[in-house]
């Protein structure tokens, strides 16, 4: 192509949400930044992001809601762009939304409002952008790099890798990202598919029979994680948002613990229960908590007899009230990278400055986004730290 420029001096792979963030912000320092992404457009995942509605920030975001071999790194940039900054980016282009729960801020209309805000950034700082470009090769020079793309060669004196993690490949996730890093010696931490749902052995998804679709709230527990959610049953296995918390912290042959009754202490309740209404049936009074089919379900997983509440003494009913909130399960496995929200693990931390993202083995090559070891929790946090990385990135490459 003719007007593929053969020099720049900011070149950023991959244009989604840390790429974008990072182009526009160096764009604005007077950086010539040109951005390659090997797609037919841009912002694939923010588009299919929040069920079209792009949750694109949390209200509370902390260093605690983000998973790192090092807790400590994401702590400068997110101190530095905070989910405020990006706020006011969405009230200065007039795009309307609002918050749902937990501090979830979605568009009111679509999560092409958050890509066309991002193009207008990136128009205004005059940032050059070709999709459907892929890059062969990297070769350091003494100051910058020349890459080798699809449609030409070009050098840059900033390479921006921001080419996010490997779920949903067909969205165009590669482990690109992964295999730069390694050319350049840096350490990558084992990924693994997040943010994902539980499958079922067969035998546990025909127990469930007519369950797909039934929702309840619940605690799920896991090795030190625990998330107050809904969990719901799906024709694959588990999934909703509890499950999808605590894949994060799961790992095979784990058991994951449901709290079934969260915030209640369910053998009071039922003691309580039996007072009032004694001839009432054990699966009567638990359809008050939870649907007739749910009920059924939980008393046959841990076969419990439904009786008159008269008939349990208090020590059968607090076995009872244990068994129901402490409901264990251990999946088969996750629907994996085909389905995951996001990847767990990727460039090591300890190989990159958390104040600039610059990679400290090789100067002005920056790591930014989910590329990194960074990965937030469900709920606008992964957007947050892509913001906050980009921005970081943009200030300095
Ligand atoms: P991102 O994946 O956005 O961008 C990477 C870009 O690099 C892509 O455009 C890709 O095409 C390009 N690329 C990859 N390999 C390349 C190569 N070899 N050559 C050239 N280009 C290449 N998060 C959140 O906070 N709120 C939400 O609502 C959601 N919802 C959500 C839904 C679904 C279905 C998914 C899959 C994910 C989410 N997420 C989310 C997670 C969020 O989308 C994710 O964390 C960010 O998009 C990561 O931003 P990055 O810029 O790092 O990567």
């Not at 790192?68 to 006011?88: D, E, M, V």
């Amino acid at each position: 192509m003719s007007d593929f420029p053969a020099q720049t001096d900011v070149l950023v792979i991959g244009a989604g949400a840390a790429g974008l963030m990072c182009a526009s912000v160096a764009g604005r320092r007077g950086r010539s930044v040109l951005v390659l992404d090997h797609a037919n457009k841009v912002g694939k995942k923010i588009l299919m992001s929040g069920g079209g509605r792009c949750n694109f920030t949390n209200l509370y975001t902390a260093p605690e809601n983000f998973y790192s071999r090092n807790p400590h790194f994401c702590k400068s940039a997110l101190a530095r762009y905070t989910q405020w900054g990006f706020i006011a980016l969405v009230e200065k282009h007039g795009i309307p939304y609002h918050e749902k729960s937990l501090g979830q801020l979605f568009c009111d209309n679509k999560s092409k409002d958050i890509v066309d805000l991002l193009l207008a950034e990136c128009r205004a700082a005059k940032v050059q952008i070709r999709t459907r470009c892929g890059v062969s090769s990297i070769e350091p020079l003494e100051k910058g790099f020349q890459v080798h793309t699809g449609l030409g060669e070009v050098r840059c004196e900033s390479l921006v890798i921001a080419t996010g993690g490997l779920s949903i490949p067909t969205m165009g996730a590669t482990g690109f990202g992964y295999d730069v890093a390694r050319q350049f010696g840096l350490n990558i931490i084992d990924t693994r598919p997040a943010l994902v749902p539980f499958t079922l052995h067969q035998r546990q998804l025909e127990q469930q029979g007519e369950l797909p679709g039934s929702a309840l709230a619940v605690t799920a527990s896991c090795d030190s994680g625990s998330f107050n959610e809904q969990l719901l049953f799906t024709h694959r296995g588990l999934s909703g948002p509890a499950v999808l918390q605590i894949s994060s912290h799961w790992r095979e042959g784990q058991a994951v613990d449901f709290d079934l009754a969260p915030g209640r202490d369910l053998a009071q309740w039922l003691g309580e229960q039996r007072a009032e209404r004694p001839n009432t049936h054990l699966h009567s009074a638990l359809a008050e908590l939870w649907s007739k089919k749910l009920v059924q379900y939980f008393l046959q997983q841990r076969k419990i007899t439904s009786l008159p509440l008269k008939q349990y003494t208090q020590a059968e009913l607090k076995d009872i009230g244990e068994q129901l909130q402490h409901w264990q399960l251990v999946p088969a496995g996750t629907e994996g990278y085909r389905t995951a929200e996001v990847t767990l693990g990727g460039v090591d931390t300890d190989e990159i400055s958390s104040r600039t993202m610059e990679c400290k083995k090789q100067p002005r090559l920056y790591f930014i986004g989910e590329v990194l070891d960074v990965t937030g929790w469900l709920g606008g946090y992964n957007f947050q730290w892509a913001w906050a990385s980009g921005h970081a990135a943009g200030e300095v490459a």
